[in-house]
């Protein structure tokens, strides 16, 4: 979140800002454009959404070209949810819960607060209690792995993990030192640390992260707030070292000089060598698509989601994608984009309550 505020800071902050290395995303938006056309699908799949403590499940009307409401399971506090083969694995402040299609609760396991999931093959695994925990699709812990290294034994909590090729990659969720693991998931019964380092920024906070399959890259993107300013960075690392490779900068606003914002905030990512991003500026909405140049990232189309928030709302924001179909969150609205040629979008929907995930029913 932004915090705003003019104090004077010291100039190796400002250095810290013009680091060479760093490429701008340069936002250029035109004004009065028309209202977005909406092109109906035939059919659109089921989908089930999280929403601060219910789970939905929707289904697709085509004659209305909505999603209607079709049952509903309450749990507190939820965090998200993923699919694991016919069923789906919420994880909420308790623990966490296997469900149907129906939302009828299949298993349910007690944890400390697991802040992410990811979901390979038959088998859950869970960031919780500074560790990750590997579980079977019974709910039965297989293994755990504490999350330290030899600088940071005390452990770390993992706020975000993704899954590639039999390894679990981790991002740290405090400010102060942050780092970032990679675990090997080979084997769900001996899980092991092939990576551990720490990434060193002012005020900052590792959002997301995603991977170029083709080159071995592992892009994070970290938000940095300061007195002077809020920044936006693509750091991108090696996946079989973690060397780093390159840095870009997408955002950038100086409070301390009255300088007007630039770039975009990115809330949402899809995972390859060439896919698409959620980004905001100015409380605009855009989906844009992107390409990996190997020393940046490269943005080609835009499409103009054309969504105003409510007044003084921050929101959750999230992006998934099945086939040519991509489901957009923002807080309460729900928006299908259809990418197989150009982005047209196919449905835009709002909800009644602030979208926490998105789950397509395949």
Not at 13 to 40: A, C, D, G, M
Not at 46 to 75: P, W
Not at 152 to 160: Q, R
Not at 309 to 327: A, D, K, T, W, Y
């Amino acid at each position: 979140m932004r915090v705003r505020s003019k104090l004077i800071v010291t100039t190796a902050i400002i250095l810290l800002i013009t680091f060479s290395s760093v490429y701008l995303f340069v936002n250029h938006r035109e004004k009065n454009q028309p209202k977005i056309e909406v092109f109906p699908p035939e059919h659109l799949p089921d989908i089930i959404l999280t929403s601060g403590s219910e789970i939905i499940r929707f289904v697709h009307d085509n004659q209305t070209n909505t999603y209607n409401m079709t049952g509903t399971y309450a749990l507190p506090n939820i965090i998200g949810i993923e699919g694991i083969g016919d069923n789906f694995i919420v994880n909420h402040d308790e623990g966490l819960v296997l469900l149907d299609q129906n939302l009828s609760m299949i298993n349910e396991i007690q944890m400390k607060r697991p802040l992410d999931i990811g979901v390979s093959g038959e088998f859950i695994y869970a960031c919780s209690n500074n560790s990750l925990y590997g579980i079977s699709s019974d709910l039965q812990i297989t293994d755990s792995i504490h999350l330290n290294t030899s600088e940071w034994a005390g452990g770390k909590d993992a706020h975000d993990i993704l899954i590639h090729k039999g390894s679990a990659y981790l991002l740290d969720n405090v400010i102060e030192p942050i780092y970032v693991f990679k675990v090997n998931i080979s084997d769900p019964y001996d899980l092991s640390m092939d990576l551990g380092f720490e990434i060193s920024w002012v005020n900052q906070h590792l959002r997301y992260q995603w991977i170029d399959p083709d080159s071995g890259q592992w892009f994070i993107l970290q938000h940095s707030c300061s007195q002077a300013g809020t920044y936006q960075y693509i750091r991108c690392y090696s996946c079989e070292d973690g060397s780093l490779l390159w840095v870009q900068e997408t955002f950038y606003e100086f409070w301390i000089y009255d300088r007007p914002e630039e770039g975009f905030y990115i809330n949402g990512v899809t995972e390859s060598s060439s896919g698409w991003m959620l980004t905001s500026s100015n409380d605009d909405h855009h989906l844009r698509s992107y390409e990996n140049g190997h020393t940046h990232v490269i943005i080609k189309k835009e499409l103009d989601l054309r969504y105003d928030l409510p007044e003084h709302v921050f929101p959750h924001s999230g992006i998934e994608q099945r086939g040519n179909l991509l489901f957009i969150s923002i807080y309460d609205q729900l928006v299908v984009v259809d990418v197989e040629k150009d982005p047209v979008i196919v449905l835009s929907q709002t909800i009644k309550e602030p979208i926490v995930d998105v789950c397509v029913i395949e």
